[in-house]
């Protein structure tokens, strides 16, 4: 005890003789600490790591804000009062990151991170997502948030199998849980991952980048209302023809159809969320008929009916699809002009496989309901015929089965009776 009282003062003085050494401008620069002359000594800074924080978090070189994007900045910038040198005091503060970047922090405090971060406190912050010092911009390859760099990123919380127990187990959930898994595989994925694209969608394009809100949100850039406007930022010229097809909330709907505007899909609906696949891939072209149809009941059972339905069946994606003779995205009702189904454009739609099709030949049946009297009466007397001689000869001869059984059934009581009769 009593070495330790007389190494206080000693301690004290050399502290007080860093600090000063810390003070002392260096050529060229303005009059302030240099923080390097403890920060950038590992001896110095050697078990002063507090909170659960290591040593080596508070290793912080002159080297370590080169080309960065605080490059330009001191350390009291961000760490205010701490330009007053060695010991530290509990009133210098690090500012938060929205001090300079306060859109970014406006849109996090409104983010489903924020809100978690309040209450459980295992959600991402700046630090986390951007790093502490050497935080570099989002175009270059060395910031997380590179667009090459993104999904990894995400992936370390996203992917994380107690994140996924704890936030994502509900049915409704299901995207989230698997997201990590589809998204390398999609489209977005193998464009960034193979072809190096940065231009590809990426979590931040689709989710936001810090105004990051669950679907169930109306605010949500992934909310049902809002992803196709999402999905065209990027694909504009296709929302464009989207939002005059028979899919949007806006287009004249058909008389007896449903009012409710969630009936209408949306881009994930036929693409996904995550697995997004190109769109002349064979996987694609075989499951497109199934898209249509989980909405178009009837009209994916009549499609099987004909010659090209019998085909896809077969495993084969040649011939005509939904997306063939309605087109991908500029569907409408069969009674609009516009429409590719119309009347009179049915030369050039069909033409567009079938050369040389004319008025006779479009007047093939796409989707044959010989149950329709009122659409297709040449199909439904037929099948009404048919049927009905079915039914009656079915019928004459469950009848004549149902006599001869009980005539069969009869005579061989006869015939018992008769051998009992006979015996002495």
């Known amino acids: 005890m009593r070495m330790r009282a007389l190494m206080r003062p000693l301690l004290i003085l050399s ?5 000063g050494a810390a003070r002392a401008p260096a050529r060229g620069q303005a009059p302030g600490v240099q923080c390097a ?3 950038a000594n590992r001896d110095f800074i050697a078990g002063k790591g ?3 924080q290591p040593d080596s978090m508070l290793y912080v070189p002159d080297t370590t804000l080169e080309h960065t994007a605080h490059a330009s900045l001191t350390c009291a910038a961000c760490h205010r009062g701490y330009d007053a040198g060695y010991p530290h005091h509990a009133s210098q503060i690090v500012v ?3 001090t300079c970047h306060e859109q970014a922090g406006n849109d996090w405090d409104a983010s489903i991170h924020a809100a978690n971060a309040a209450t459980k406190g295992d959600a991402p912050s700046c630090v986390a997502c951007h790093g502490n010092h050497r935080i570099y911009s989002a175009k270059d390859p060395r910031s997380p948030t590179y667009p090459l760099n993104v999904a990894g990123m995400c992936g370390r919380c996203h992917g994380d199998a107690r994140i996924i127990g704890r936030y994502f187990t509900g049915p409704d959930k299901l995207q989230a849980r ?3 898994v589809q998204f390398p595989k999609s489209v977005h994925g193998t464009a960034l991952t193979d072809a190096g694209l940065i231009v590809s969608a990426t979590c931040s394009d689709c989710h936001g980048a810090h105004k990051i809100l669950p679907a169930d949100s109306a605010a949500s850039s992934v909310n049902r209302a809002n992803i196709p406007a999402t999905c065209g930022r990027c694909h504009a010229g296709i929302a464009q023809v989207f939002d005059a097809s028979a899919h949007s909330p806006t287009y004249p709907r058909t008389p007896g159809a449903s009012a409710a505007k969630k009936d209408r899909p949306v881009c994930s609906d036929c693409h996904s969320a995550h697995a997004i696949v190109r769109a002349d891939q064979p996987r694609w072209l075989l499951g497109v008929v199934a898209e249509c149809g989980s909405c178009h009941e009837r009209e994916y059972e009549t499609y099987f009916e004909t010659y090209h339905g019998q085909v896809t069946q077969l495993g084969f994606g040649l011939v005509a699809k939904c997306s063939d003779c309605h087109t991908a995205h500029d569907m409408r009702s069969v009674t609009d002009p516009k429409s590719t189904v119309y009347a009179t454009n049915l030369t050039a739609t069909c033409g567009r496989c079938h050369a040389g099709a004319n008025a ?6 796409a989707h044959p309901d010989p149950t329709n009297l009122g659409k297709y009466p040449r199909l439904f007397w037929p099948w009404a015929f048919m049927t009905g001689l079915l039914v009656s000869v079915m019928a004459f001869f469950a009848l004549h ?3 001869w059984l009980m005539r069969s059934f009869i ?4 015939a018992r009776q008769r051998a009992h009769g006979s015996k002495p």
Do not use: N
């Open 50 to 52: 507090r909170l659960g």
């Open 96 to 98: 938060p990151c929205r």
């Open 360 to 365: 006779g030949f479009v007047k093939y049946y």
């Open 411 to 414: 005579e061989y009581r006869r």
């Open 37 to 39: 002359k403890c920060h």
């Open 15 to 19: 502290a007080a003789a860093l600090g």
């Open 178 to 180: 698997i997201a990590t």
């Open 401 to 403: 089965t149902a006599l």
